[in-house]
Structures are given as structure tokens and as C-alpha cells.
């Protein structure tokens, strides 16, 4: 497990991602549990699997298919990574955000990130779609922010600036879309755990109150990574069952990827609108 990456060793993933493609993305997507369809959409497509990708992590979960698809979708030339790895598979935060920083020496100037979550909001329903508007970074308040260790200035400052987090223009665009298609787009807060555990009924009545609508064990640590190499970030959760503040049910892996397949077409759709007015 390494700790930390060095601006070379970064370049040298990238350098081996140019070398499978000659398009150059503009736009970069990271496709949470069960959200992989998404990626069937990008014309045009070069595959890298992950592991011809010096340091790249590898996922473990079912419903991440480990391979960065390079190509075009709505015109746009775009970089989708198919899966992610995940802190609670035993990556350092270094391993989970790696790919960021490789897209962004890819060229990469705007980050789509997607999710499936569980519902803290107890108005929100399994099959939702809820904008980002800005997360809590529970994990990294307790030490584990991925930008400790020492500072790369190529990417960015020491101590970069998180009160827009979530880009204000691509939210507008993403709630035009939904109005136009009909398609109902909660608001809330994110917050990223470590997981792998799902909540007890107390964490989640605890994150209700410090002001979570939707729990998640991704996401933060990527966009944390972004917003300090300046790219303009659009944070999309498909929310995969509802909140269990009383402990009558329970959630399962399956569970979240069953959810998934209700909310591809509608982030799909979303996504693809964002993309053709950018």
C-alpha cells in the first residue's frame, strides 16, 4: 500500500493511458456500484483495463468492472472510469484518488461523479436521484483526507479552498435537465464513511442530525482531489434503499445494485444533457 505518490509516478500511469488512446478527454465520469452501464454509451471507445495501469488500484466489488473507457458522448471526448476502489478495501487515500490526478494530467478540466447511496433523508425513496450540493468528509475529519502527506504543487495549494466543492453552473444544468425530462432530482448533503459496514439505526439518526440526507463509503475523497487541481466538479447519488432510523430493515449489496438498474436511464439522461450543453 503506498501512502503517497510522487508527481512522476502519476505521470507515468498517464503516460501509459496515452499510449492506449489518441482521443483527449475534456471530461472525466467515475461510475459508482451499479452504475457501470453508463460507460456502454461512449462512442467510439478505447478500453484500459485497470491493471495495464501502473499503481492503479483494482476494485473488488461486484458491480465494478475495472476498466477506464475512453471516447465520446454527446460530442464530448470523455474518460469513464468503469468501477472505483474503495478505502475499505484496504487502499491508502493516495490508491483511491490516484485516478483523479491521472485524468487530470490527462487534460481532464470537469469531473462527473456518481454514486449509489443510502437514503438519511427519510423523504427520499430507493430509485432517487439526488444532487450533490456539498458533502461532509467524515472520514478525512478523522484523519484520513487524502490530501495529507506532502504537497503536490502541480495539482494545487497547500490548503485549498472547499466552500464550493460542487460546481454552482453544472448543478443548474443538471436540475434543468431533470426538469425538462421529468425526472423528480432531490438536493442534499452527501457524507462518506469508511464502510465497509452499512449504518446501525444510531449512526444514521447521529448523520441526520449533523446534517446528511445521504450516506455513502466513496465520492469525498475524489472530489476533495479535484477541487484542488481546479477542476469543476458535478456529484450525482442514485439512492439505493431507504433510511432505516428504526432498524426494522435491513440492506444488502444487492439490494444497491437491483436500485442501480432503476437509476441508470435517469442519471444516463441527466448526464448526457450536462454533457451536450457543455
Known sequence: MKEYFTLEEIDQAAQV??????QAPKVGLILGSGLGG?????????????????F????????????LVIGSLQGVPVVVQQGRAHFYEGYSMAEVTLPVRVMKRLGVETLIVTNAAGAINPGFEPGDVMLITDHINLVGMTGFNPLRGPNLEAFGPRFPDMSQAYDRDLMELARKSARQ??????????????G?????????RFLRVIGSDAVGMSTVPEVIIARHASMRVLGLSGISNKANLDGNTQTTHAEVLEAGRVIVPKLQAIVQDVLGWL
Open 17 to 22: 493511458v496515452r499510449g492506449q488512446t489518441t
Open 38 to 54: 453508463l460507460a456502454d454509451q461512449v462512442e467510439s471507445a478505447d478500453l484500459v483495463p485497470y491493471q495495464e495501469i501502473p
Open 196 to 204: 465497509p459496514t452499512f449504518e446501525s439505526p444510531a449512526d444514521l
Open 56 to 67: 492503479w488500484p483494482k476494485s473488488t466489488v461486484e458491480g465494478h468492472q475495472g476498466r
Open 181 to 194: 425530462r421529468g425526472i423528480p432530482l432531490r438536493e442534499g448533503v452527501y457524507i462518506g464513511l469508511s
